[in-house]
């Protein structure tokens, strides 16, 4: 799953290079902390957050499907 994150980030920004994605688990999920360059946070995060919000729509999504469940922070 992580590298699924990966490549949809890298495919929205213009420098693929500085994205990049830790992943920690808690008891009850896992967290997906994904930074990128700060030129291309808007990227990421869209108009109103659209962008932001599909993306984890998106990864929870596969995440059901394989009985698990994850958030993802968008870390600048």
């Given at each position: 799953m992580k590298d699924l994150?990966?490549?949809i980030a890298q495919n929205l920004v213009d420098n693929p290079d500085?994205?990049?994605v830790t992943e920690k688990e808690t008891d009850s999920?896992?967290?997906f902390?994904?930074?990128v360059?700060?030129?291309d946070m808007g990227k990421i995060i869209g108009?109103?957050?659209k962008v932001a919000k599909e993306i984890r729509?998106?990864?929870r999504a596969v995440?059901?499907?394989q009985g698990k469940r994850i958030s993802i922070d968008i870390v600048d």
């Open positions: 994150l990966i490549y500085e994205v990049t999920e896992t967290v902390e994904l930074r360059s700060p030129s108009r109103q957050g729509a998106l990864m995440a059901m499907k």
